[in-house]
C-alpha cells in the first residue's frame, strides 16, 4: 500500500493543486465583479450656473440657467424592454412616424445607450443625463441581481436630475409606474403613483389622462412595464406577451392622440429603458419618439441616451441638471433661433462647469490654466457665442459651440486618464517586475522540455482570444453576459488545451533526444543502448511535461494578465478596492473577465490533461512512431564515450 502510494503521490498532489487552483479561479470573477459594481456616485460639487447671456438682469430677468419654456408641459414615456421591432410592429407608434398619407407628425431619434446597463435601467440616466462614471451604480451581468451596486434613491440622492432642477424652478411634477422605481423617487417630488409590474399599460393610462385633465404637472415621467415583465416572466410568443403588448399599444394611442391630451401644449416623448436589437460598437441603440408642441417632424437621427435630459430641460425652460453630460436634441426641436441659442448657451455652461468640477475632485490642473490649445479654443469659442448671441446672430450658435460641448465630454475622458497615469509609473515597475520573475526561472532551469511546454502554453493562452475574434465578436460587456461568457470561455479553453497537448506531443520526442544531445548523455530509462535494454513508456516525462504546461498556462493566462490589468487599473486580479475613486476602464475589465475565465476553463480540462496527453502521445507512437534516427543514436552514444574517456583521461 505504501509502495502503491508512493508510486502515485505526485498524481495525488497535482490533482489536489490543479482543484486548488480552480476553486480560487472560479470564483475570481465573482470577486472582481462585485468590486467593481461597488462604485457609488462621484462626490463632485458642481458650481451653480451664470448666465451667458445677460438674461438674468433686468425687468425681465430669470434665473441663471434657466430659459424661456417651449411646452406647457412634458410627458416622457418608458417602455419596459422597448425596441425597434416595436416601433416598426407596433401601429401606435408606426402611425405617429408615418401620420396619415405618409406624412410625418414625429421625430425620431435612436440613442446610444450605456456600455453595460444600470442596476434599474433608463431611470438614473434618463433622469440625470449622466453615465454611470459619474452616478455608478451599473451592472455587469443585467438581469443577474448585483449585491454591492448602490440603489437608484440613494444615486438620485446625490446626482441632480430633472425632478430636482424642475422643483428649482418651481415646476411641478408627478410619477406613475412601478413600485420600484417609486422607491428611487423622494417623496417630495411631486405626486406620485405606485402599480405593480404586471399592470396593463393601459389601466396606468388610465391613471395618467385622469390626472392630466385634473391636476396636470409640468414635467410627468410615465413608466410602463407590462410588456417587459410578460417577456421576462413568460416569452415573447406567449398570450401574457400578445395582451401586454395589445395593452401598451392601446395607451399609447390614447397618451398620443390630440382629443385625450392636448398636443399643441404638450410635448409626449416615448422611448426604452434597455435593449438589445441594435447594437453598434460597444454600445446598444434605444428608439426614442417625439410628438407635439415644440416639436419638428423628420427622419430619425443618432444621439445617447443622455440626451433625452437636456432636451426635456430645454423644452421646459429648468436649468440643465449640474451632472448633465448631454446635449440638446435640436434637430428634433422646433424653437425659434433666439430661444435655441440661449438654451445652447445654457447648456455650454453646465458643461464647463462640469468639466471643471470633474478635474477639480481628481486633483488635477485645469487645462486653461496650462494654456493647452484645445482648452483655450474652447474659451474663446464661449465668448463668440456670447457675443453673437448679443449682436442677434443666432443662427451660427450652434456651430461655434459644437466643438466646445464636444471638448468638454472628451476633456473629462482625457482626466481620467491622466488621474490613472499618475500612478501607472510605479505600478509599471512593479507589474514588470512581477512579470519577469517567473521567466527567471524559466531560463534558469535551461530545459528544452519546459521551454517546449511553456511555448505551447503560449500559444494555447493566445488561441481562445483569436477563436473569440474570429466569431466576430467585439471584447466588450454587450457581446454576452457574464454568465454565458464563463460557459463559453470553458469550451475555448478546452480547444485551445486539446491544440497544446498536440503540438506537445508531435515535438517531444525530438525535444528528448535534442536534450540527450545537449547534454552529452545517455538515459538508460529511455534510450536503446546495444539491444541490452528497450526504453519503457516515458509516463514520467510525459507527466512532468504536463506540471510545465499547467505553469505555462497559469503564466500566460492568468500572471501576465493580471499584471497588465494592475498596472492599467490598480486592481490585481479580483482584488480591487471597495469603493474607487473612479470606476475601471470598462474594455480592460471586460478583458480581465475573459482571462479569468480561460484561466477557469484551462485549470478544469487539466485535471484530464495527463491522461488525455498520454492517450495523444501513445497514438503518435503508433502512427509515426518515435522520429529518430540511427545517426542520432550514435552521436548520442559517441558523446557519451568521448566524455567518459575524457573523464577516466583526467583522473588518470
Not at 455587469?140 to 441632480?160: F, G, N, R
Request: with cysteine.
Amino acid at each position: 500500500m505504501r509502495r502503491r502510494f508512493l508510486k502515485t503521490r505526485a498524481l495525488i498532489i497535482y490533482l489536489a493543486v490543479v482543484g486548488i487552483l480552480l476553486l480560487g479561479a472560479y470564483y475570481s470573477p465573482i470577486l472582481l465583479r462585485s468590486s467593481l459594481e461597488s462604485y457609488l456616485p462621484l462626490d463632485i460639487q458642481v458650481t451653480a450656473p451664470h448666465s451667458l447671456t445677460g438674461t438674468d438682469v433686468g425687468p425681465d430677468a430669470r434665473s441663471a440657467g434657466t430659459t424661456k419654456p417651449q411646452s406647457g408641459r412634458v410627458v416622457l414615456i418608458v417602455v419596459n424592454g422597448l425596441g425597434d421591432d416595436d416601433f416598426r410592429g407596433l401601429p401606435a407608434l408606426k402611425r405617429l412616424k408615418e401620420g396619415e398619407n405618409g406624412a410625418t407628425i414625429s421625430a425620431g431619434a435612436r440613442l446610444f445607450s450605456g456600455s453595460v446597463p444600470a442596476v434599474t435601467p433608463g431611470l438614473v440616466t434618463l433622469l440625470t443625463g449622466a453615465s454611470p462614471e459619474i452616478t455608478g451604480g451599473y451592472n455587469l451581468d443585467y438581469p443577474s441581481p448585483t449585491t454591492t451596486s448602490p440603489s437608484p434613491a440613494y444615486q438620485l440622492e446625490q446626482v441632480d436630475n430633472l425632478f430636482a432642477a424642475s422643483l428649482r424652478s418651481n415646476n411641478t411634477t408627478a410619477f406613475f409606474g412601478s413600485a420600484q422605481w417609486q422607491s428611487a423617487l423622494k417623496p417630495e417630488w411631486g405626486y406620485q403613483a405606485a402599480f405593480p409590474v404586471e399592470q396593463p399599460s393601459n389601466d396606468v393610462a388610465d391613471a395618467v389622462l385622469n390626472f392630466l385633465k385634473k391636476k396636470s404637472a409640468n414635467f410627468t415621467l410615465v413608466q410602463l412595464s407590462a410588456m417587459g415583465y410578460a417577456a421576462n416572466a413568460f416569452s415573447s410568443n406567449s398570450p401574457e406577451f400578445s395582451q401586454a403588448r395589445e395593452s401598451l399599444n392601446t395607451a399609447l394611442i390614447r397618451l398620443t392622440s390630440d382629443d385625450q391630451i392636448d398636443l399643441s401644449r404638450t410635448t409626449v416623448l416615448i422611448t426604452g429603458d434597455w435593449d438589445t436589437l441594435i447594437k453598434a460598437g460597444d454600445r446598444w441603440a434605444i428608439p426614442l419618439l417625439m410628438v407635439g408642441q415644440a416639436v419638428q417632424p423628420g427622419d430619425w437621427i443618432w444621439g445617447k441616451q443622455e440626451d433625452v435630459t437636456s432636451t426635456i430641460a430645454a423644452l421646459l425652460g429648468i436649468e440643465m441638471p449640474r451632472q448633465n453630460m448631454g446635449r440638446i436634441l435640436t434637430g428634433m426641436l422646433s424653437i425659434p433661433p433666439v430661444d435655441m441659442a440661449e438654451k445652447l448657451l445654457a447648456l455650454v455652461d453646465q458643461r464647463q462647469n462640469l468639466s471643471r468640477a470633474y478635474r477639480a475632485r481628481l486633483g488635477l490642473p485645469l487645462p486653461i490654466a496650462v494654456n493647452e490649445p484645445l482648452a483655450v479654443d474652447a474659451e474663446k469659442s464661449v465668448k463668440v457665442a456670447s457675443q453673437d448671441y448679443r449682436l442677434g446672430l443666432y443662427d451660427d450658435i450652434e456651430g461655434v459651440i459644437d466643438p466646445v460641448l464636444r471638448y468638454t465630454r472628451n476633456d473629462m475622458g482625457q482626466a481620467r486618464e491622466e488621474w490613472y497615469a499618475q500612478a501607472r509609473l510605479q505600478r509599471g515597475v512593479l507589474s514588470l517586475v512581477l512579470v519577469l520573475i517567473p521567466l527567471g526561472y524559466f531560463f534558469y532551469r535551461r530545459s528544452l522540455l519546459l521551454w517546449l511546454a511553456f511555448g505551447a502554453a503560449l500559444a494555447a493562452s493566445a488561441l481562445p482570444y483569436l477563436f473569440y475574434a474570429f466569431q466576430g465578436r467585439s471584447f466588450s460587456f454587450n457581446t454576452a453576459r457574464l454568465e454565458a461568457l464563463r460557459d463559453s470561455s470553458i469550451w475555448r479553453a478546452g480547444f485551445s488545451l486539446l491544440v497544446a497537448l498536440v503540438l506537445l506531443a508531435l515535438a517531444f520526442d525530438w525535444v528528448e533526444r535534442r536534450q540527450q544531445k545537449l547534454v552529452g548523455r545517455v538515459d538508460l530509462d529511455y534510450t536503446v543502448i546495444t539491444g541490452l535494454r528497450k526504453a519503457p513508456f516515458p509516463v514520467a516525462r510525459l507527466f512532468m511535461a504536463c506540471v510545465y504546461l499547467l505553469g505555462g498556462l497559469l503564466y500566460f493566462s492568468a500572471w501576465v494578465w493580471w499584471a497588465w490589468y494592475y498596472w492599467r487599473t490598480g486592481i490585481f486580479g479580483p482584488f480591487g478596492q471597495t469603493n474607487p475613486p473612479l470606476p475601471p476602464d470598462l474594455s480592460s475589465s471586460f478583458l480581465q473577465f475573459m482571462s479569468l475565465n480561460h484561466t477557469t476553463g484551462f485549470l478544469i480540462w487539466m485535471l484530464f490533461a495527463p491522461a488525455i496527453f498520454i492517450v495523444i502521445f501513445w497514438l503518435k507512437r503508433r502512427l509515426l512512431g518515435e522520429g529518430s534516427s540511427e545517426e542520432e543514436s550514435h552521436d548520442i552514444l559517441a558523446k557519451s564515450r568521448a566524455r567518459s574517456t575524457g573523464k577516466d583521461i583526467i583522473k588518470t
